[in-house]
């Protein structure tokens, strides 16, 4: 059976909403778009966009930034990691990540991933103790959270201080906690292609007020520290202010105009982000050659990209299925390429961290694919692309057809 290409763009986002053009066209209009550029007794669109995050992730502080990986590098710093510390992280993430510890002098200790796209919990313990690291940045990465009350108990069995990457995972929940509630700080990122969209930006949250007052002075805040929507009082910075330096990687009034409407809309997108995702996954389901990371009882996720794994494809059977997909309009990544290409690369083309073996996790990334799963797609588009997709994987030699 032929069926229609697939047409549409894997990058193209929804507009940004009425509202939120109006509210940037008003800064715009004011000339005001420095964060603290303020009228008297004015109160910025960034501080506005804080105290909102703060409340919806349920955090006593949040911290507008320029990225999701300057929250990262502010976030590291803030909680004391200096150069030559060590820093566990996930073996499977996006560039920024380890980025983020190169950044601050760290040295990156990579962790295994299951089969489930989670960090390893008994590789996290092994290389916790083997390496005496006291940090982990963990990276939920595409969305997938692993058991996050083992984890917590690790952590505090380890004493390593947890700092969670939520750049796939604004919203997600784990028992009913959103994710960027586990550990000392969530970092999240407000770039295009994440869960809210102002082209580049990050929040940072937290509930402890020194590590914050040192984030807010290391994010550029000057002396201007006051001048902050969810932000600890003035004597949190006493002792600090003098000694903390200014990296300059403010937010800026124009994007957090963008983004605060968008968070009101967040709730909504992230049920029509899942029904997608539901519905790709159940038609992959079908298939003997795919399997599908299993998703606990306990996790909320968002589904704003799905991953498949096809166990057993060989290099060039996988790079044929990517390509073949192409052919019809269906634009799907695999993470088992040899050569880091567009967004995607692996722990082995990231040179400035030192070369660690990860075999299970090369194992799991050699049959990995991954695509987007924009809103500007209809379900009608969704069936579309997951028939392509059991289309394309039923060609593949029987061996893993298993
Ligand atoms: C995008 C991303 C980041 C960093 O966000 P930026 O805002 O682009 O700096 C961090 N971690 C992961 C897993 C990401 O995908």
Not at 231 to 244: A, F, K, N, Q, V
Request: hydrophobic share 45%; glycine share 8%; charged share 20%.
């Amino acid at each position: 059976m032929t069926r229609p290409q697939f047409s549409r763009s894997f990058t193209q986002q929804p507009p940004i909403p009425d509202e939120a053009i109006a509210a940037a066209v008003d800064v715009m209009r004011s000339g005001r778009l420095h964060r603290y550029n303020l009228a008297l007794g004015e109160a910025s669109e960034v501080m506005e966009l804080e105290r909102e995050f703060a409340l919806w992730q349920g955090a006593r502080f949040c911290l507008a930034v320029a990225s999701g990986g300057q929250a990262m590098q502010i976030a590291l710093r803030a909680a004391g990691v200096g150069p030559g510390d060590a820093v566990l992280t996930n073996g499977f993430t996006l560039a920024p990540v380890p980025g983020a510890i190169a950044a601050v002098g760290g040295r990156s200790v990579l962790v295994e991933i299951t089969e489930d796209l989670v960090i390893d919990l008994d590789d996290l313990a092994r290389k916790a103790r083997a390496s005496g690291a006291r940090y982990l940045l963990l990276s939920h990465m595409r969305g997938h959270l692993c058991d996050m009350e083992r984890l917590v108990q690790l952590a505090a069995d380890l004493s390593l201080t947890v700092i969670e990457d939520c750049a796939h995972t604004m919203g997600a929940q784990w028992n009913g906690v959103l994710s960027g509630s586990f550990g000392l700080a969530g970092c999240f990122s407000t770039q295009t292609y994440k869960h809210i969209n102002s082209g580049e930006g990050g929040l940072l949250t937290s509930d402890d007020a020194g590590f914050m007052a040192r984030a807010t002075v290391l994010s550029g805040s000057y002396m201007l520290y006051d001048r902050h929507g969810a932000g600890p009082g003035p004597s949190s910075y006493e002792e600090i202010r003098l000694d903390t330096p200014n990296t300059s990687a403010r937010m800026d009034n124009l994007r957090a105009a963008l983004l605060r409407p968008q968070l009101r809309q967040l709730d909504s997108s992230i049920a029509a982000w899942n029904a997608r995702h539901d519905l790709v996954a159940r038609h992959l389901a079908q298939s003997g050659a795919i399997r599908l990371p299993k998703r606990p009882d306990a996790e909320r996720y968002v589904g704003s990209s799905i991953q498949f794994c096809v166990p057993g494809i060989s290099a060039v059977d996988a790079q044929a299925l990517v390509a073949r997909l192409g052919s019809v309009g269906v634009e799907v990544k695999w993470f088992g390429a040899a050569q880091p290409s567009g967004y995607t690369s692996d722990h082995h083309s990231w040179r400035y961290v030192a070369a660690q073996g990860l075999p299970q996790t090369d194992a799991i990334l050699a049959g990995l694919f991954d695509m987007r799963l924009p809103l500007t797609f209809s379900l009608e588009d969704c069936a579309l692309l997951a028939e392509h997709i059991l289309d394309a994987v039923a060609t593949l030699p029987a061996t893993v057809q298993a």
